[in-house]
């Protein structure tokens, strides 16, 4: 990377770091009850929403590299402020899942030339998929995490997973446009 490659990756993914902070933070503010379905919170669908459209809009305007940096640190910052589970263990497993929400729809967009709408689909289908397969595995195999936690753990890492990156998804596709435009 030449120098002003490198201070622009650097910027730009430290921007998307404070911005993952800051949905991080706006969603410890929201009240921990307001619960949509089981385990599904108010909480989880607007973080997680939030997260998921920063690393789709770096995918698509900043670039792989920043954005599945800003995946993998935004994993790391939701446990240790509290936002994201407690069990460590499967810290590595959102991060792999942020990076490739980011790989999958960077790649869509780029090499495979697929339509914004189909990009964010299989993206989000991709980390969903394997989060719902990879979490329940390793929590399960954890014989020091109670089963209440693992089936709470379990469902969380599933088919909300699929709706927080979808919505995410669709906010990206909105705020893209502008982004272009003010370039």
């Known amino acids: 990377m030449s120098g002003k490659k490198t201070v622009r990756f650097v910027t730009y993914t430290a921007m998307g770091i404070a911005l993952v902070v800051a949905a991080q933070w706006l969603g410890n503010v929201l009240p921990a009850g307001a619960v949509i379905a089981g385990p599904?919170?108010?909480k989880q669908l607007?973080?997680?929403s939030l997260v998921n459209c920063?690393?789709?809009?770096y995918a698509d305007r900043v670039g792989l590299g920043s954005a599945v940096t800003v995946g993998v640190v935004s994993a790391i910052l939701a446990s240790l402020i509290g936002v994201g589970p407690q069990v460590m263990p499967i810290v590595p497993l959102i991060a792999v899942g942020n990076g490739l929400l980011a790989?999958?729809?960077w790649t869509a967009k780029n090499k495979l030339k697929m339509p914004g709408i189909l990009r964010v689909i299989l993206a989000a289908a991709v980390k969903c998929g394997f989060l719902?397969?990879?979490v329940p595995a390793l929590l399960s195999a954890l014989t020091s995490v109670p089963e209440k936690q693992v089936k709470a753990l379990s469902v969380m890492f599933?088919?909300?997973q699929g709706v927080t990156a979808f919505v995410g998804g669709l906010l990206a596709l909105a705020i893209v446009p502008r982004l272009k435009?003010?370039?």
Request: glycine fraction near 4%; aromatic fraction near 28%.
């Open 54 to 57: 920063i690393l789709f809009v």
């Open 103 to 105: 790989f999958i729809y």
């Open 132 to 134: 719902w397969l990879t």
């Open 181 to 183: 435009k003010a370039e």
């Open 46 to 48: 607007v973080t997680g």
């Open 40 to 42: 599904f919170a108010v």
């Open 158 to 160: 599933s088919w909300p």
